[in-house]
């Protein structure tokens, strides 16, 4: 029987009595053909995963980015078309198909849809346009799941002719976990890139009794020099504004230099970021050069 409030089929819906064909359309939109969910639902990306395997007639697998929001990946655009995989059948608009082989354990199923693996989904997308967007994507799949590097790696000895394969490999090398959203890997892959010392990412500081201070986005414990990311609520939010304060506070006692960095710092001045840090560095003893050879040009990886 059909469940009204997820994606369904609106003719299996009229055939089975549970709407008419006028509450159909003014209850529910349509999301693809004959594919609908009450109108005033959001289409999120798992959303139209979900439409978009409905529509295939539950034949299809669902993939790439699609896949990586219903592993409980955040940060997918929604304006991004759903993603499935299917060897055959036509095309349809807003879905974008893919024609790949898949094998049986590269398949798992998620809430009853068919859907890539983590492993699969990380084969997929770490080798899609550059290398920062692919690693950042490899970041966010990693901290929503239990990827591991090896088991993507598994897959890549499968598909050894793939496309994109000498990327996928780099972009593992640059993948962790531990960033929580997509500027907290964009700040790594800069300090990283510009060649310092990769940083610990979600470092704990506790006090002297044990009790939790600060979890810090990355840094490097044993300088006790920390990099931090302020989204908007940091600044915005008087309380958390406090909070802030207080912790920051917390931490100077306790030894660590903490550089905080934002959007417009990224994208404007992403120089100046590194200074910050390799000066930080420097001061608590860490024997690091400057200027650094970069292994990339510091620009902001949108």
């Not at 704990?204 to 979890?215: C, M, P, Q, S, Y």
Request: contains cysteine; proline residues 5%; hydrophobic residues 45%.
């Amino acid at each position: 029987m059909a469940d009204l409030h997820a994606p369904f089929r609106g003719s299996a819906a009229i055939a089975a009595g549970l709407v008419s064909r006028r509450s159909l359309h003014r209850n529910f939109r349509a999301v693809y053909r004959d594919v609908y969910v009450p109108r005033d639902q959001e289409l999120t990306p798992s959303v139209k995963a979900k439409a978009a395997w409905v529509w295939s007639d539950e034949t299809a697998t669902v993939a790439g980015l699609s896949a990586a929001a219903l592993l409980g990946c955040r940060w997918i655009d929604d304006r991004h078309p759903a993603e499935l995989m299917r060897r055959n059948g036509k095309p349809a608009k807003g879905i974008l198909i893919h024609r790949d082989e898949l094998d049986s354990d590269e398949i798992c199923d998620v809430g009853g849809v068919a859907v890539t693996t983590a492993a699969r989904t990380a084969f997929d997308l770490g080798r899609r346009g550059d290398l920062s967007k692919a690693a950042i994507l490899l970041d966010a799949l990693g901290n929503a799941t239990d990827l591991s590097d090896a088991d993507v790696r598994t897959v890549v000895d499968r598909h050894r002719g793939a496309r994109g394969i000498v990327q996928l490999r780099q972009a593992l090398d640059l993948m962790d976990p531990g960033a929580e959203s997509p500027q907290e890997s964009r700040t790594r892959l800069l300090l990283v890139r510009s060649g310092l010392p990769v940083p610990t990412t979600q470092i704990k500081v506790v006090d002297e009794f044990g009790h939790l201070i600060a979890r810090l986005d990355m840094g490097w414990p044993q300088w006790r020099v920390a990099v931090e990311f302020d989204g908007a609520q940091h600044w915005l939010d008087p309380v958390q504004r406090t909070r802030d304060i207080n912790r920051f506070a917390e931490l100077e006692e306790c030894g660590w230099r903490i550089i905080r960095v934002n959007s417009q710092l990224l994208r404007t001045a992403p120089g100046l970021v590194v200074e910050r840090v390799v000066t930080a560095l420097r001061a608590a003893g860490c024997p690091i050069e400057w200027p650094l050879e970069t292994r990339f040009s510091l620009k902001y990886v949108s």
